[in-house]
């Protein structure tokens, strides 16, 4: 049964760098797609970054070159590196993998910035 896992997240003011991460577990494909989502109060969950098996990397528009999304030694981790966060970045981030044509989800982790 694949699992996920994050942790990372917490309060921290505008300007500040907070890093999310993400554990799979149970996985059984070296192919994967890996992405952060997100979902603000009242809003619906938003794709924030994805990272590809080959390492290719795409991003929202409204976290271009604050966030970094990157894999560990084992593909079955990922990072998500926020700087100059702003408090339209507060949301509930999830992880998401994708294999064996399936979604799997990991149950969320707070992130909020305070102005």
């Known amino acids: 049964q694949v699992q996920l896992v994050e942790s990372g997240g917490g309060l921290v003011q505008a300007g500040g760098s907070l890093r999310l991460s993400c554990t799979a577990s149970?996985?059984?494909?070296?192919?994967?797609?890996m992405s952060w989502y997100r979902q603000a109060p009242g809003k619906q969950r938003e794709m924030t970054a994805v990272?590809?098996?080959?390492?290719?990397?795409n991003y929202a528009d409204s976290v271009k070159g604050r966030f970094t999304i990157s894999r560990g030694n084992s593909k079955s981790v990922v990072y998500l590196q926020m700087n100059n966060l702003k408090p339209e970045d507060t949301a509930i981030y999830y992880c998401k993998l994708f294999e064996h044509g399936s979604d799997y989800w990991g149950q969320g982790t707070q992130v909020t910035v305070s102005s």
């Open positions: 990272i590809f098996n080959g390492g290719d990397t």
């Open positions: 149970g996985t059984t494909s070296l192919i994967n797609v």
